[in-house]
């Protein structure tokens, strides 16, 4: 029967709460890029002029359609190549999580702003608003509580993501495990710690997005 044996892997504690606190600050910079990102691509979709529609919807479903660890190469082995600029691996992570996730936040965004009642843009209308600031004072606040548990959910999806950046040898949390299991020779140690670790940060935000989906009605 197989010895549990944690102590070896407390040693290189250092190591993995600087991999965990790497995963985490890449994990927050893409949320937030992908938000924004998404945003102007959702708005973008459903712009009246061709051109920004067009564009938009090609970034979309560009990385909606392409795996995620394909983007993860192709932005740190062939896009340098094709700009003539040397890109780092930590950019090149941050620019294809950022994109990719970006193209599911603006599925979730315009879905939002095309559940609103076009009564409630018309009113808009009728007072004098112009499409901009019925947009930010009318429909997007409205939207927003709905939009709130599918964002949140797919925040957590992005977190995950961030774990493929360890074949670029970014040292993140999964990373830093490889390199602990080639040292002490425990990997079921390593791994069910890293494990642990991924779990410890996202079963709290799990339950929080199933009390947002409650509080909010939305059904599965």
């Given at each position: 029967?197989?010895?549990?044996?944690?102590?070896?892997?407390?040693?290189?504690?250092?190591?993995?709460?600087?991999?965990?606190?790497?995963?985490?600050?890449?994990?927050?910079?893409?949320?937030?890029?992908?938000?924004?990102?998404?945003?102007i691509?959702?708005?973008?979709?459903?712009?009246?002029?061709?051109?920004?529609?067009?564009?938009?919807?090609?970034?979309?479903?560009?990385?909606?359609?392409?795996p995620?660890?394909?983007?993860?190469?192709?932005?740190?082995?062939?896009?340098?190549?094709?700009?003539?600029?040397?890109?780092s691996a930590?950019?090149?992570?941050?620019?294809?999580?950022?994109?990719?996730?970006?193209?599911?936040?603006?599925?979730?965004?315009?879905?939002?702003?095309?559940?609103?009642?076009?009564?409630?843009?018309?009113?808009?209308?009728?007072?004098?608003?112009?499409?901009?600031?019925?947009?930010?004072?009318?429909?997007?606040?409205?939207?927003?509580r709905?939009?709130?548990?599918?964002?949140?959910?797919?925040?957590?999806?992005?977190?995950?993501?961030?774990?493929?950046?360890?074949?670029?040898?970014?040292?993140?949390?999964?990373?830093?495990?490889?390199?602990?299991?080639h040292?002490?020779?425990?990997?079921?140690?390593?791994?069910?710690?890293?494990?642990?670790?991924?779990?410890?940060?996202?079963?709290?935000?799990?339950?929080?997005?199933?009390?947002?989906?409650?509080?909010?009605?939305?059904?599965h």
């Open positions: 029967m197989y010895e549990w044996d944690f102590s070896s892997v407390w040693e290189y504690r250092d190591l993995l709460l600087n991999g965990l606190g790497l995963t985490v600050m890449l994990a927050v910079a893409v949320v937030i890029a992908g938000m924004i990102l998404g945003t691509n959702a708005i973008g979709s459903l712009s009246r002029h061709f051109a920004f529609r067009a564009i938009s919807i090609s970034m979309i479903e560009l990385f909606r359609c392409t995620l660890l394909v983007a993860l190469i192709w932005f740190y082995y062939a896009l340098p190549i094709l700009i003539g600029v040397e890109i930590m950019m090149a992570a941050f620019l294809s999580i950022s994109l990719y996730g970006a193209s599911f936040y603006s599925e979730i965004i315009r879905a939002g702003i095309q559940g609103i009642d076009p009564g409630q843009r018309e009113a808009g209308e009728a007072i004098g608003l112009m499409p901009g600031q019925i947009l930010h004072r009318v429909i997007l606040p409205q939207a927003l709905k939009m709130i548990p599918p964002l949140m959910n797919q925040s957590i999806i992005n977190l995950k993501n961030t774990s493929l950046v360890s074949v670029l040898a970014i040292p993140d949390l999964l990373y830093q495990g490889k390199l602990i299991a040292e002490n020779f425990r990997p079921l140690e390593v791994y069910t710690t890293v494990a642990l670790l991924y779990f410890a940060i996202l079963f709290p935000l799990t339950m929080l997005v199933r009390h947002l989906e409650s509080k909010h009605g939305v059904k």
